[in-house]
C-alpha cells in the first residue's frame, strides 16, 4: 500500500450505535481523527514528530457529509489522505465505504501546525519534509468558510467530564460534536437523523472548566450551536444537518 493514502477496514460494533442502530456521531469524528493521527505518523508528522519538537496539530475545521448513515454489524472501509496545503493550512480529506463500495460518509478537515510556547501557527514547509501534489483527488471539495452568526433558541448546560480529556489535557475534538447532537434535546433527536456535521474549532476548553453553554438556533433541518464559557464567548460554531425519521 503506498503511504499515499491510509485504509482500514472493521465492523461497525453495537456499543459504537445509538438506539436505532446508526453510528454515534463522537464514534465518527473519533473514526475520522483516529485515521488522521494514525497516517501522520506512517508519514513522519504524527505523534512522534510533534512531541520531539514541542509542536501540536490543530484542528479549525471538519465538513462532515453523511451520504448514508453507517450502521451496526456493518463492515466498513476507513480511508483518509492529506489533500492540499499552503503556507499555513493543510488539509486532510476522508472516505468512508461499505463492504459494497458505495460511499456513506465524506469529509474534509483543516490543520495548522502551532508552536506550543508561543501558540502561534508555524510555516508548514519549514516543518514537513514535502508537499502534498496541487492534483490529488479529493474525498469532499469545499471550502473552510466562516460560520454565519446567529440568534439562539435556547442555552444548553452541561460540564466537562473526566472522560472528555484526551492526552493533550484538552476536552477532545469529537466531544464538540457530541455536545452540539445532545444540545438539540431528546425530543428533537428522537425523531431526526443526522446528515451532516460542520465545526469551526476557535478556542480550546480547559477540563476544569465548570459549565459549558451550548448555544442552539433551530432553522426546519438545520441547526446551529455555539460552543462558550464563561471565560470565552466563542470556542467553536457548529451546524448540523437532520432528516427526519
Not at 18 to 39: A, F, K, S, V
Amino acid at each position: 500500500m503506498s503511504d499515499a493514502k491510509l485504509i482500514k477496514t472493521r465492523e461497525l460494533l453495537a456499543y459504537q450505535c445509538d438506539r436505532y442502530g446508526n453510528i454515534r456521531p463522537g464514534i465518527l469524528m473519533n473514526e475520522l481523527q483516529g485515521m488522521g493521527d494514525t497516517h501522520a505518523e506512517m508519514l513522519g508528522c504524527g505523534r512522534t514528530f510533534i512531541h520531539e519538537n514541542n509542536i501540536a496539530w490543530v484542528v479549525t475545521h471538519y465538513l462532515v457529509d453523511i451520504v448514508d448513515m453507517p450502521r451496526n454489524g456493518e463492515i466498513l472501509t476507513y480511508s483518509s489522505w492529506p489533500a492540499v496545503q499552503d503556507n499555513l493550512r493543510a488539509t486532510r480529506d476522508f472516505e468512508i465505504r461499505d463492504e459494497n463500495g458505495k460511499l456513506r460518509v465524506r469529509a474534509t478537515s483543516q490543520w495548522i501546525l502551532i508552536d506550543l510556547e508561543h501558540r502561534r501557527p508555524l510555516r508548514l514547509n519549514e516543518w514537513l519534509n514535502r508537499k502534498w501534489p496541487d492534483d490529488v483527488i479529493r474525498a469532499y471539495d469545499r471550502k473552510f468558510e466562516r460560520f454565519p452568526d446567529f440568534d439562539a433558541t435556547k442555552t444548553h448546560v452541561l460540564k466537562c467530564r473526566f472522560d472528555d480529556i484526551d492526552e493533550n489535557q484538552h476536552i477532545n475534538n469529537a466531544v464538540y460534536a457530541v455536545w452540539a447532537t445532545e444540545s438539540v434535546g431528546y425530543e428533537y433527536r428522537n425523531t431526526h437523523k443526522l446528515r451532516g456535521i460542520e465545526l469551526n474549532y476557535k478556542h480550546e476548553i480547559s477540563p476544569t472548566t465548570p459549565e459549558v453553554y451550548i448555544d442552539v438556533a433551530f432553522d426546519g433541518l438545520t441547526t446551529r450551536h455555539r460552543i462558550r464559557t464563561a471565560e470565552t464567548p466563542e470556542n467553536a460554531q457548529i451546524v448540523c444537518y437532520w432528516e427526519d425519521l
